[in-house]
């Protein structure tokens, strides 16, 4: 057997461990909605946000806003088109679109709300300026929970997705990178990045997920890619119900093959939370440690590493993982209990930090995990001359970080309270302590000061051509 279950063993911090983090956050992701009943809420990354907040993880990571992305950043990727039409639809002129609305898929799943645009310029700009720092070495993990949205293409939504932060954060990373590798634990098959870097050898894109008779019913083991691209593209098919035994047990053993063979120089890292336990629309049983185990073995690599969100309908258990994962990734183990936050309510009745699986059967045999193992292993060896591709200097960065102002107080976004934030504020004497110790109410007061001006972070886009990346356009191979 080449499958072999593995204990699983509590996650312990590395002692000494000290890595930078930059953290994107932009407190207007919460106010958006996609309306009554729909399973997606924005909201939940403002409920994780107060958690970190509260946990004082704004001590150990530095806070972002970023500039949202342009339509022309968008089109790096999407057709000008499709963007154009998320510019201009509204839910008031949306019977001017007709036509529109089923070209694009725009409708039921993915519907039309107030601020679309603004919204996707967050999340995309989340992941753009994410990779722009990894790339310019100012920290060694980013992280943006408006991201993920592993599912739009480059010209239709798809599973609640509009734009597709990680390709544009992908592209921003093969400036610089040779080879990016993408993972993916959403309860769903990450077929928007798969798909459009599915005919190269820059990307490798590995998925796991629920296959059989689920959304979006891609990522069959033996979709693989194509051209250049042919075994760079993973799939790992799962059933329901797999625990965190087994998926450690798989994922460490699959991910190992494919840093080992592959050799990417950057990672990143799609952290749906509806690959956890009682998820609304989901249907495996992983508990918070389960789902956060991968973040952890994956940052043990120690490679440039960008973390999104994703999906995740059960909001105070996304909530939950996603602020116990930024602990991980700053080397702290969250303590059980939660803090008093903007949305303890949810949290009741027991207002602790874990989610915990339940007794549901789980599907995944040893000798079905064996053979999916046993074939992925064989795929991965054809990757094993990894391809050489010469880096040059690129033009069109998102970024002119050649200046020192990104490390001066406007240049840091105050919004969570970074910790020069919370400096700043104990030289000035303010007693921010008395301010209902809401790090929230920590970040408000300086906040006041960005919140009708320009994001803090300052990105000059340099002379973009017309916006259309060809990935061999940016390699000298
Ligand atoms: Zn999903």
Not at 2 to 27: G, H, S, T
Not at 81 to 91: G, H, K, S
Request: some cysteine.
């Amino acid at each position: 057997m080449v499958y072999e279950l593995k204990p699983f063993d509590p996650i312990k911090p590395i002692p000494n461990e000290k890595k930078r983090v930059a953290y994107f956050y932009d407190a207007d992701v919460g106010n958006y909605a996609y309306g009554a009943g729909h399973p997606m809420k924005p909201h939940r990354i403002r409920m994780a946000h107060s958690l970190i907040m509260n946990y004082g993880l704004y001590k150990k990571m530095e806070i972002y806003r970023a500039k949202p992305a342009t339509r022309e950043e968008m089109c790096q990727f999407h057709t000008d088109e499709y963007i154009d039409f998320l510019a201009r639809v509204t839910p008031d002129n949306l019977e001017l679109f007709q036509k529109e609305q089923a070209k694009f898929n725009v409708g039921e799943d993915c519907p039309v709300f107030d601020g679309l645009f603004e919204y996707c310029g967050i999340s995309g700009g989340g992941s753009m300026e994410g990779a722009a720092r990894l790339n310019r070495g100012k920290c060694d993990v980013a992280i943006n929970y408006a991201g993920g949205l592993h599912h739009a293409k480059k010209s239709e939504a798809s599973g609640f997705c509009y734009l597709n932060d990680i390709v544009l954060g992908i592209i921003e990373l093969l400036r610089y990178h040779a080879r990016v590798l993408y993972i993916d634990i959403d309860v769903h098959h990450g077929d928007g990045v798969e798909e459009a870097f599915y005919t190269t050898d820059r990307v490798m894109t590995c998925s796991f997920h629920k296959y059989g008779e689920f959304f979006p019913g891609t990522g069959d083991i033996r979709d693989i890619g194509v051209s250049k691209g042919k075994y760079h593209s993973v799939n790992v098919p799962l059933r329901d119900g797999i625990d965190d035994a087994t998926y450690k047990s798989l994922f460490e053993s699959v991910i190992k093959h494919v840093i080992d063979w592959y050799q990417p120089s950057a990672i990143v890292l799609q952290c749906g939370g509806d690959s956890l336990s009682g998820d609304r629309l989901g249907c495996f049983n992983l508990s918070m440690n389960g789902h956060a185990n991968c973040v952890n073995y994956v940052k043990s690599f120690n490679l440039p590493l960008m973390v999104v969100g994703g999906g995740g309908y059960t909001m105070r258990n996304v909530a939950r993982t996603w602020a116990y994962e930024t602990g991980i990734l700053n080397n702290e183990i969250l303590g059980p209990d939660l803090p008093y936050n903007d949305y303890y309510e949810y949290y009741g009745p027991d207002y602790k930090l874990d989610v915990r699986p339940s007794n549901m059967l789980n599907a995944n045999s040893p000798e079905y995990l064996d053979k999916l193992l046993t074939q992925l292993i064989k795929n991965l060896e054809h990757t094993k001359h990894a391809p050489s591709v010469q880096m040059h200097y690129t033009p069109n960065d998102r970024e002119d970080l050649g200046d020192v102002e990104e490390d001066s107080a406007e240049a840091k976004d105050t919004k969570g309270g970074s910790q020069y934030a919370i400096d700043n504020t104990i030289q000035q004497g303010n007693e921010f302590y008395e301010d209902d110790d809401k790090a929230e109410g920590i970040g408000s007061k300086n906040i006041e000061n960005h919140e009708n001006g320009e994001p803090t972070v300052d990105i000059k886009m340099k002379d973009s051509s017309n916006g259309k990346i060809n990935i061999d356009s940016i390699s000298s191979t």
